[in-house]
């Protein structure tokens, strides 16, 4: 079992920066994958950017590349979504997944809600 607590959602204007957190429960080296997920009202739920704990390879969401930056803390078993320049289409709950042994693992999400 792995414990997922986000934190650093809020309300911020357009073009605006958040940083999200994502603290694990057990040490972050032992988790496969780690990513970030978001779901907009009345959308599915839709990956955002994701990283291997491993060799720290990155992927990202067309739409988000070059503004959001997915980052690990091993030390702190700690995930970090970085977001700026944010718009309103950003505006979701945001969701911290890891996967374990084949298992997905879900924090209760973050609101992030992007003013125009």
């Known amino acids: 079992q792995v414990q997922l607590v986000e934190s650093g959602g809020g309300l911020v204007q357009a073009g605006g920066s958040l940083r999200l957190s994502c603290l694990a429960s057990?040490?972050?080296?032992?988790?496969?994958?780690m990513g970030w997920y978001r779901q907009a009202p009345g959308k599915e739920r839709e990956l955002v950017a994701g990283i291997t704990i491993d060799g720290g390879s990155t992927n990202y969401k067309d739409s988000v590349k070059g503004r959001f930056t997915i980052s690990r803390d091993n030390a702190k078993n700690t995930v970090y979504l970085q977001m700026n320049s944010l718009k309103p289409e950003d505006t979701a709950v945001y969701y911290c997944?890891?996967?374990?042994?084949?298992?997905?693992?879900w924090g209760q999400g973050t609101q992030v809600t992007v003013s125009s």
């Open positions: 057990k040490s972050i080296s032992s988790i496969t994958r």
């Open positions: 997944n890891a996967v374990y042994y084949y298992s997905n693992f």
